[in-house]
């Protein structure tokens, strides 16, 4: 059979996600399983949320609002901009795919750190561009790496800040002094998925820049602190000359109801939002307490996830975690072969990771 599937859509790789609950307990028999793998909230939704979604069910016949009115000019009123500059998506991530399609065709390059999130590489090269990737320092984003591979040819630059899977950020004086040099024909997309974990006072906020002369696109999500992943809902926050851009080549209604009216509600929801990051906080105290009295390193970060380094072959310690019912990342494939990436959970969650690491690791 031959498709003439092109050369650059057999080049990817299928992105490998953390692996389901449900999987594990198939496999192992292990009654209890903690899940630290996909950076998802422990608390479970806003419970606002749920009970917007559980009105909006007797409406699901409908199609959704293709631009998702209520929830844009809620984030406009909230983020004080206007609602043309923000475009919903089925997940942040589905707005990666957009900002590809839209803006890049094949010849084209794209600039990302590496390691970094996945969806960029898989997007851009869909597209049947080139991403080019910029090796991290001391775990950073290397900005000024950044600035030297670009050439006439660069159109989109993905900078994940705070970045997956390292959890550093890059300062505001960095990206200042990056946004300064680039070309103004170089749309720069900031993917803030962990924003609101962000406890570093000098950590760049792409909302500052959005309006400055160079095209800058913000991308956060509410399937981390807003709890709500399995509905599968972001946005981007951009000039109105990309948003128009964008309109035209998202499918008509990607983001579904339940999507649009859990979102909104859980704008209002600030305490849960509070309490999401104020347990992230405390979680992330509890676990670098432990690795320390462990004696285990772990890199510190601004996000809900972070790297430990196990100083041993983080496959194996990612298969021993499994057989206690513990699912985090091995980071061998992101060409750290001694790591291993997790979230926080529970306290509770947090305890027993602790004490499955120092029975895997003895
Ligand atoms: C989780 C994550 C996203 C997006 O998630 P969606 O669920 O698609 O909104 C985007 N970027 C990074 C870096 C992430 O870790």
């Given at each position: ?37 996909s ?15 559980e ?74 561009a ?59 997309v ?27 696109v ?39 109801i ?44 601004q996000?809900?996830f ?23 990342r ?7 072969p ?25």
């Amino acid at each position: 059979m031959d498709l003439s599937i092109p050369e650059y859509i057999l080049t990817i790789a299928p992105y490998s996600p953390g692996k389901p609950m449900d999987e594990l307990k198939r496999e192992s028999g292990v009654s209890r399983i903690i899940k630290l793998a996909s950076n998802e909230n422990p608390l479970g939704p806003s419970p606002l949320a749920v009970r917007a979604v559980e009105n909006a069910l007797k409406n699901i016949h409908r199609y959704p609002d293709g631009r998702g009115y209520d929830l844009a000019m809620k984030l406009s009123g909230r983020l004080g901009v206007e609602s043309e500059s923000i475009v919903l998506g089925n997940g942040s991530d589905e707005l990666i795919g957009i900002l590809t399609r839209a803006l890049l065709k094949p010849g084209d390059e794209a600039i990302a750190a590496k390691p970094s999130f996945l969806m960029y590489d898989i997007m851009v090269r869909s597209t049947g561009a080139t991403l080019i990737e910029v090796p991290l320092k001391k775990f950073t984003i290397d900005l000024a790496g950044f600035s030297e591979k670009i050439t006439p040819k660069t159109r989109l630059i993905f900078i994940c800040n705070p970045n997956n899977p390292t959890g550093s950020v890059v300062s505001k004086e960095d990206f200042e002094g990056f946004l300064a040099k680039i070309p103004s024909n170089i749309v720069v997309v900031t993917d803030e998925a962990y924003a609101e974990f962000v406890r570093d006072k000098n950590a760049a906020n792409g909302l500052d820049y959005f309006q400055a002369d160079k095209p800058v696109v913000v991308l956060r999500t509410f399937s981390k602190a807003y709890g709500l992943a399995g509905l599968r809902i972001g946005y981007g926050v951009m000039p109105a000359g990309i948003s128009e851009v964008l309109h035209r080549v998202r499918i008509p209604f990607n983001v579904n109801i339940l999507g649009q009216v859990a979102a909104t509600a859980a704008l209002d929801d600030s305490a849960f939002l509070e309490k999401s990051v104020q347990l992230t906080h405390e979680g992330l105290d509890f676990l670098y307490t432990s690795l320390d009295t462990l004696g285990v390193r772990y890199f510190p970060t601004q996000t809900n996830f972070f790297l430990i380094d196990v100083q041993n072959d983080a496959d194996k310690v990612y298969k021993g975690l499994l057989k206690h019912g513990v699912i985090v990342r091995s980071m061998a494939a992101y060409d750290y072969p001694t790591y291993i990436r997790v979230n926080v959970g529970l306290p509770e969650e947090n305890s027993l990771f602790i004490e499955a690491l120092k029975r895997v690791l003895s």
